[in-house]
């Protein structure tokens, strides 16, 4: 998982104090996490229409622009401000190509928040922890069983497991993410995990991760 490292910490300070490579330091340092988050949560019907890699650049550019009024007034850790601003990105994408264009063929109103991957992600996680046959079959098998015990978790609990072991957010961030605090994260990521290996165990006994 991830914390602030020392050298971003440094590049913090470098860039209050005007330091402008710190500027470029700072914000390349988060790419590959925001690439993996956004192609991790967009709706896969943007995927024909939009590369990960150009929202990233987006959402990098407009940080960029943004980085003072952090400084001076922001509260949240650095990389849980970044990744609001890719949820933003990906929220505005997913209401213009994807909500609109079923509202004026449906008329449907479907949810705001953007479906994506993750459940199905999440499942390929806790296959590729299992020292399985490796076998096509046999692994896909397993993965539909995976995929199916998921489903059967709370909403919260598959969340808290896809920011943590997907995302690899810290325990800080993804109490910022979620609202709530580091120590109701800790017990909601515990509980998630138990209830994981109670509902996987007919299926992958002792190796459930």
């Not at 991957?117 to 046999?138: G, I």
């Not at 709370?154 to 800080?172: I, K, Y």
């Not at 109701?184 to 007919?202: I, S």
Request: hydrophobic content about 40%; glycine content about 2%; charged content about 30%.
């Amino acid at each position: 998982m991830h914390s602030p490292s020392d050298s971003e910490t440094d590049d913090l300070l470098r860039l209050a104090s005007g330091d402008a490579a710190a500027r470029h330091q700072l914000l390349v340092r988060h790419r590959e996490r925001l690439h993996r988050m956004v192609a991790l949560r967009m709706d896969p019907r943007l995927r024909p229409r939009v590369d990960p890699s150009d929202v990233v650049q987006d959402v990098l550019a407009k940080a960029d622009g943004s980085l003072d009024n952090y400084l001076a007034h922001g509260s949240l850790p650095f990389y849980a401000w970044l990744r609001r601003m890719a949820w933003d990105r990906l929220v505005d994408l997913y209401r213009h190509h994807v909500r609109a264009h079923r509202r004026s063929v449906t008329r449907e109103q479907p949810a705001v928040d953007p479906p994506d991957d993750s459940a199905r992600q999440l499942a390929d996680w806790v296959v590729d922890s299992h020292p399985s046959p490796s076998r096509h079959l046999l692994r896909e098998e397993l993965r539909e069983r995976v995929r199916s015990a998921l489903d059967r978790l709370d909403d919260r609990d598959r969340e808290v497991l896809v920011l943590r072991h997907l995302e690899q957010l810290s325990t800080r961030e993804t109490a910022v993410v979620l609202g709530i605090t580091e120590s109701a994260v800790k017990l909601r990521h515990l509980r998630a995990l138990q209830r994981l290996r109670a509902v996987l165990a007919p299926q992958l006994g002792e190796y459930v991760p």
